[in-house]
């Protein structure tokens, strides 16, 4: 068995030199040395495949129609083996990814790893958060029930909002001027083929510019210190993503367990006794939007789009306008400032969101 | 003559003829076909010429022996960089495996029929324009297809939703749920649509119609409906006008009775009159008929959220 493997490799690697791409993909010198802060990139790799794997799996028996997409949902929740596993799998993943892009980013942010040489990588970078967002608005509209069809609602609404091409894209989001069939259908495909194709296509790039540019390493130590700590990627650093890729799937699976998907009512016009709400990594906009400065069609505009998209034309901008090569966060106040202002923002509107759930009731 | 396949010589040997040292070996020239050395360039008084390796009689470590005397080295051709691609420049699939050429560089003659610079313009050109004459004539097509639904006509059609005895007082929002079937691309459906109705005091209906009738039109501007005055039922869109939610008929704190969005918390009076939260207009009123046996009808008109203004889209 080992001589034929052996001919096997030797085959592959006379044509292709696979030594030469294993030393470029696992010996990457990683200055200062492996470290858990550098977990979340590859953990990010790791939830995405699993996503694939149980979305390709979803598929099995989804339906994609609007007199369907339900049915078929509850059918794999309730009938098939292990389906309503596969589905809370799916379902607590997409919480796990936007969790891990938020690490990730925050990491990047305080380490100061988007600065000069490694711009593109963090533009890739915001482009693949974006991927991410448009993965969860696009993913909780299939089961077809009213959270998914209030939430679409209210998105597709909020877009609507955009200048110049607002309506057109919310009437393209929506295939017509009302949620419908059309809408299923094009959040489906979005969701399953564009975005996946999207974001591997993305990720790649992001991987490539990564190796390119090199890893930052820590933001402090000298050159000779941070000699002495250096190891390769593999093995110390592969470790430590392995490990966390480990506790990462525990997490998920046991949040899939302990609290699997419920679909509500089937998805109709009439909300009932629901009240509407997006997914919790939307609150936080969500609350936002019901603050009396943002009412009325400019405070709409204000607090839907511009925002939002100033927010993001500023992290674009971040690496250009913040020159300086201090990569030290405890030398860089105002950075160190704008990411928790942000941070508690997100938390303080998030949790205000959950709060103000009771007075409504 | 030396055995030549596979031959590596250094780079910064010494170069011998047969008559004393002459230079040094400076570069590489490889045959891109056979992936071997064709030719060593010797630097020599300043000037690098190209030597071919059938001249050389033997190589070691530090020396290459010519067979050839001193005086005939400046026959050799000269080595002229730009007719010359580096193995950096140019994608010669184990070229690197099969020759070392450092600390120099391998080269490989650059070809004949790349060298003509207007055709390698006209190449771009004509590939750009081949790309524009493929693809611009499916833009056409492909934006047809992805919007044949998005700007599909109004529906004018009248919805028998309940009857006015299930309302037993004035100025309170009741909700009138109705089945609509319709034709959503090939499936025949039917949604539970809601609606709100109103039996409005006098000056409930005077804030109401404080700005005249109300008139509905179609898309191309045809009056399809007036509502009038004289009509004391008013049916009001169940969808939000902030944000296109499902708002509710509650009491509140302070306010009593009143219409409230549980997403974004707009707050409205029984008139519609936005009181509170982010709304930007009234609710929107649709066009109403009720038969004197008190069956209410409206057409499920629906108006774009978040605008100050009435937008028909639906």
Request: glycine share 8%.
């Given at each position: 068995?080992?001589?034929?493997?052996?001919?096997?490799?030797?085959?592959?690697?006379?044509?292709?030199?696979?030594?030469?791409?294993?030393?470029?993909?696992?010996?990457?010198?990683?200055?200062?040395?492996?470290?858990?802060?550098?977990?979340?990139?590859?953990?990010?790799?790791?939830?995405?495949?699993?996503?694939?794997?149980?979305?390709?799996?979803?598929?099995?028996?989804?339906?994609?129609?609007?007199?369907?997409?339900?049915?078929?949902?509850q059918?794999?929740?309730?009938?098939?083996?292990?389906?309503?596993?596969?589905?809370?799998?799916?379902?607590?993943?997409?919480?796990?990814?936007?969790v891990?892009?938020?690490?990730?980013m925050?990491?990047?942010?305080?380490?100061?790893?988007?600065?000069?040489?490694?711009?593109?990588?963090?533009?890739?970078?915001?482009?693949?958060?974006?991927?991410?967002?448009?993965?969860?608005?696009?993913?909780?509209?299939l089961?077809?029930?009213?959270?998914?069809?209030?939430?679409?609602?209210?998105?597709?609404?909020?877009?609507?909002?955009?200048?110049?091409?607002?309506?057109?894209?919310?009437?393209?989001?929506?295939?017509?001027?009302?949620?419908?069939?059309?809408?299923?259908?094009?959040?489906?495909?979005?969701?399953v083929?564009?975005?996946?194709?999207?974001?591997?296509?993305?990720?790649?790039?992001?991987?490539?510019?990564?190796?390119?540019?090199?890893?930052?390493?820590?933001?402090?130590?000298t050159p000779?210190?941070?000699?002495?700590?250096?190891?390769?990627?593999f093995?110390?650093?592969?470790?430590?993503?392995?490990?966390?890729?480990?506790?990462?799937?525990?997490?998920?699976?046991?949040?899939?367990?302990i609290?699997?998907?419920?679909?509500?009512e089937?998805?109709?016009?009439?909300?009932?006794?629901?009240?509407?709400?997006?997914?919790?990594?939307?609150?936080?906009?969500?609350?936002?939007?019901?603050?009396?400065?943002?009412?009325?069609?400019?405070?709409?505009?204000?607090?839907?789009?511009?925002?939002?998209?100033?927010?993001?034309?500023?992290?674009?901008?971040?690496?250009?306008?913040?020159?300086?090569?201090?990569?030290?966060?405890?030398?860089r106040?105002?950075?160190?400032?704008?990411?928790?202002?942000?941070?508690?923002?997100?938390?303080?509107?998030t949790?205000?969101?959950?709060?103000?759930?009771?007075?409504?009731? | 003559?030396?055995?030549?396949?596979?031959?590596?010589?250094?780079?910064?040997?010494?170069?011998?003829?047969?008559?004393?040292?002459?230079?040094?070996?400076?570069?590489?020239?490889?045959?891109?076909l056979?992936?071997?050395?064709?030719?060593?360039?010797?630097?020599?008084?300043?000037?690098?010429r190209?030597v071919?390796v059938?001249?050389?009689?033997?190589a070691?470590?530090?020396?290459?022996?010519?067979?050839?005397?001193?005086?005939?080295?400046?026959?050799?051709?000269?080595?002229?960089?730009?007719?010359?691609?580096?193995?950096?420049?140019?994608?010669?699939?184990?070229?690197?495996?099969?020759?070392?050429?450092?600390?120099?560089?391998?080269?490989?003659?650059?070809?004949?029929?790349?060298?003509?610079?207007?055709?390698?313009?006209?190449?771009?050109?004509?590939?750009?324009?081949?790309?524009?004459?493929i693809?611009?004539?499916?833009?056409?097509?492909?934006?047809?297809?992805?919007?044949?639904?998005?700007?599909?006509?109004?529906?004018?059609?009248?919805?028998?939703?309940?009857?006015?005895?299930?309302?037993?007082?004035?100025?309170?929002?009741?909700?009138?749920?109705f089945?609509?079937?319709?034709?959503?691309?090939?499936?025949?459906?039917?949604e539970?649509?809601?609606?709100?109705?109103?039996?409005?005091?006098?000056?409930?209906?005077?804030?109401?119609?404080?700005?005249?009738?109300?008139?509905?039109?179609?898309?191309?501007?045809?009056?399809?409906?007036?509502?009038?005055?004289?009509?004391?039922?008013?049916?009001?869109?169940?969808?939000?006008?902030?944000?296109?939610?499902?708002?509710?008929?509650?009491?509140?704190?302070?306010?009593?009775?009143?219409?409230?969005?549980?997403?974004?918390?707009?707050?409205?009076?029984?008139?519609?009159?936005v009181?509170?939260?982010?709304?930007?207009?009234?609710?929107?009123?649709?066009?109403?008929?009720?038969?004197?046996?008190?069956?209410?009808?409206?057409?499920?008109?629906?108006?774009?959220?978040?605008k100050?203004?009435?937008?028909?889209i639906?």
């Amino acid at each position: 068995m080992n001589a034929l493997f052996q001919q096997v490799y030797d085959f592959v690697e006379e044509r292709i030199g696979l030594k030469t791409l294993e030393a470029k993909l696992m010996k990457e010198p990683i200055k200062g040395g492996s470290r858990w802060a550098y977990v979340f990139g590859s953990v990010l790799l790791f939830i995405f495949i699993m996503q694939a794997i149980t979305g390709m799996l979803l598929m099995f028996y989804y339906i994609p129609s609007a007199d369907h997409a339900y049915a078929s949902t509850q059918f794999i929740i309730h009938e098939v083996d292990y389906g309503w596993y596969i589905l809370s799998y799916h379902f607590w993943g997409s919480s796990a990814m936007v969790v891990m892009v938020f690490a990730h980013m925050s990491q990047v942010f305080l380490w100061g790893a988007y600065k000069k040489p490694r711009e593109m990588v963090w533009l890739v970078g915001l482009a693949l958060f974006g991927l991410v967002m448009a993965f969860g608005f696009t993913g909780y509209l299939l089961p077809w029930d009213q959270r998914a069809y209030w939430a679409t609602t209210v998105g597709v609404e909020i877009m609507d909002k955009t200048p110049v091409i607002g309506d057109f894209l919310a009437r393209f989001l929506k295939g017509g001027p009302t949620p419908g069939q059309m809408t299923l259908s094009r959040f489906f495909v979005i969701h399953v083929m564009i975005l996946p194709g999207a974001l591997m296509g993305l990720a790649g790039l992001h991987l490539f510019l990564f190796r390119s540019a090199g890893p930052a390493g820590p933001f402090r130590g000298t050159p000779d210190e941070l000699k002495a700590k250096t190891d390769f990627f593999f093995p110390r650093q592969v470790w430590k993503d392995i490990m966390a890729m480990g506790v990462v799937f525990l997490i998920i699976s046991t949040l899939a367990l302990i609290e699997p998907v419920q679909l509500l009512e089937q998805a109709t016009p009439d909300p009932g006794d629901y009240h509407p709400e997006p997914e919790w990594y939307f609150l936080f906009l969500f609350q936002l939007l019901r603050w009396k400065v943002f009412s009325g069609e400019f405070g709409q505009f204000l607090g839907a789009i511009a925002i939002p998209g100033l927010f993001m034309l500023l992290l674009v901008a971040l690496p250009f306008i913040d020159r300086n090569p201090e990569r030290n966060i405890f030398k860089r106040p105002i950075a160190l400032l704008c990411w928790a202002v942000v941070m508690i923002g997100i938390a303080v509107l998030t949790v205000s969101a959950i709060l103000n759930r009771e007075f409504l009731d | 003559m030396m055995e030549h396949m596979g031959l590596q010589p250094k780079i910064k040997s010494t170069v011998r003829c047969l008559d004393g040292p002459i230079g040094e070996v400076s570069h590489v020239i490889a045959d891109p076909l056979t992936l071997e050395v064709s030719h060593i360039v010797v630097k020599s008084n300043g000037t690098e010429r190209q030597v071919p390796v059938e001249t050389i009689r033997s190589a070691d470590e530090n020396t290459v022996e010519l067979s050839c005397k001193s005086a005939q080295v400046p026959e050799f051709p000269a080595f002229v960089r730009a007719d010359f691609l580096s193995s950096k420049e140019v994608e010669i699939p184990h070229l690197e495996d099969r020759i070392h050429a450092e600390p120099g560089e391998i080269f490989v003659p650059f070809p004949e029929l790349e060298r003509s610079c207007a055709r390698r313009t006209f190449f771009t050109g004509f590939t750009t324009l081949m790309g524009v004459l493929i693809g611009f004539p499916f833009v056409w097509p492909v934006l047809q297809y992805v919007m044949k639904p998005m700007y599909a006509p109004f529906d004018n059609r009248w919805w028998k939703i309940g009857n006015t005895s299930k309302i037993k007082q004035e100025d309170i929002g009741v909700q009138f749920t109705f089945k609509k079937s319709f034709r959503d691309s090939v499936l025949q459906r039917e949604e539970d649509k809601n609606n709100w109705v109103v039996k409005a005091s006098p000056a409930t209906l005077k804030q109401i119609y404080q700005h005249g009738d109300i008139t509905f039109t179609d898309n191309v501007g045809n009056v399809v409906w007036v509502n009038r005055a004289t009509v004391p039922y008013v049916a009001y869109s169940g969808k939000c006008p902030h944000l296109g939610c499902g708002y509710k008929w509650r009491s509140h704190k302070t306010r009593g009775q009143v219409f409230l969005c549980p997403c974004h918390l707009s707050i409205y009076d029984v008139a519609g009159t936005v009181l509170d939260g982010p709304a930007p207009r009234p609710l929107d009123v649709l066009p109403i008929k009720i038969s004197p046996a008190g069956e209410i009808e409206v057409i499920d008109i629906e108006f774009k959220a978040g605008k100050r203004e009435q937008v028909r889209i639906a």
